[in-house]
């Protein structure tokens, strides 16, 4: 199967014991991840395994059956793909069979989508606003903004799109390049830290206190970005986000 002498390889394949379209039956699933994970206490590397809400179209198995990157060059396609209508296709909802999220040190999850390098400089994105929860009722994003000096114009600069998912090209691959998920320069991707999440009442601070169990990502055209009123730009040829998986850094088991 996938192994091939790969912890990550194995945990990028197997997902979880509830997870959907799983690629292979993993021997030990456990103990692979733990052995990612020397400190216990902050919890192993997992890839989020269950899909919770998948509106939309199209087999949401693929947002958590592990992370088949193309490369800089080309866009995976072991992706869920998302759609612009509010409540009908415009997100997906992921979470881990194994626990909640911990907020630790840095970085916590990493999201991968399938943006690629453009030929004449830039990069094709499908751009996410990443929010989070503690109950799958009450959310918070994690801070971001579209910071190009005309925010009514698309860029395919990815510095001016803070924050935000699906911006940088996808290296890992659980059957071809199974690196460290939190290694950005290794694995592309894009990182996110629970310290980030955005506001300051009492849901946010408890966030970053006591973690996330619910993960869910959003096509950022069909939110409204607050400094224009309008919804956030995007690539004219854009159809929407492609969700090729969510690592999770601290998955913790209650
Ligand atoms: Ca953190
Ligand atoms: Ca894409
Ligand atoms: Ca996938």
Redesign the pocket.
């Known amino acids: 199967m996938l192994l091939r002498g790969s912890l990550l390889a194995a945990l990028a394949a197997c997902g979880g014991s509830s997870g959907a379209a799983v690629d292979g039956p993993p021997a030990s699933p456990d103990a692979a991840a733990d052995a990612l994970a020397p400190d216990a206490s902050t919890g192993p590397v997992r890839l989020a395994d269950v899909v919770v809400a998948a509106p939309g179209g199209g087999d949401p198995s693929k947002a958590v059956d592990g992370v088949q990157g193309g490369g800089s060059d080309v866009g995976g396609a072991d992706v869920y793909s998302l759609g612009y209508t509010p409540d009908v296709n415009d997100s997906i909802t992921l979470a881990w069979s194994h626990g909640a999220l911990a907020?630790?040190?840095?970085?916590?999850f990493a999201v991968f989508e399938n943006a690629f390098d453009e030929a004449g400089g830039g990069v094709f994105m499908d751009l996410i606003v990443v929010e989070v929860s503690r109950d799958g009722t009450t959310w918070r994003a994690l801070d971001h903004a579209y910071t190009s000096p005309n925010e009514n114009v698309y860029t395919a600069d990815p510095s001016y799109w803070s924050g935000f998912a699906g911006r940088t090209p996808v290296l890992l691959n659980a059957q071809t390049n199974p690196v460290d998920p939190f290694d950005r320069a290794a694995a592309g991707g894009d990182g996110f830290?629970?310290?980030h999440v955005s506001g300051s009442d009492a849901e946010a601070v408890a966030i970053r206190a006591d973690g996330v169990r619910f993960i869910r990502l959003v096509s950022a055209p069909a939110r409204v970005n607050p400094d224009t009123g309008a919804l956030y730009v995007r690539d004219s040829l854009s159809n929407g986000a492609d969700i090729d998986g969510v690592f999770g850094r601290y998955v913790v088991t209650p």
């Open positions: 907020n630790g040190s840095g970085d916590d830290d629970l310290d």
